[in-house]
Nanobody, 116 residues
């Protein structure tokens, strides 16, 4: 069973930075895509950023240029460096992994709160 453990959320002032980490374990297959999604109260879950095993990245327009996704394939860990945070970035951030052979998995989420 794949297990995803997120860390790094918290409370930060607008303009500040946070770094989220997500460590994956329990898979016998490599992760084709790892990514971060977020869900604010009353809103649908949305894609924030994804990265393939080859390093190709994709960002939501609202975060491009401020957030950077990266991964360490040897550690099955994905990171999200968040700079210039805005109050509208406040949400629960979920780690996601996808493997064509192993399936799709979600973490339990980590809360990010950006105060104005």
């Amino acid at each position: 069973q794949v297990r995803l453990v997120e860390s790094g959320g918290g409370l930060v002032q607008a303009g500040g930075s946070l770094r989220l980490s997500c460590a994956a374990s329990g898979s016998i297959f490599s992760f084709d895509v790892m990514g971060w999604y977020r869900q604010a109260p009353g809103a649908q879950r949305e894609m924030v950023a994804t990265i393939t095993s080859g390093g190709k990245t994709n960002y939501a327009d609202s975060v491009r240029g401020r957030l950077t996704i990266s991964r360490d394939n040897a550690k099955d860990t994905v990171y999200l460096l968040m700079n210039s945070l805005k109050p509208e970035d406040s949400a629960v951030y979920y780690c996601n992994t996808y493997s064509q052979l192993g399936g799709n998995y979600w973490g339990k989420g980590t809360l990010v709160t950006v105060s104005s």
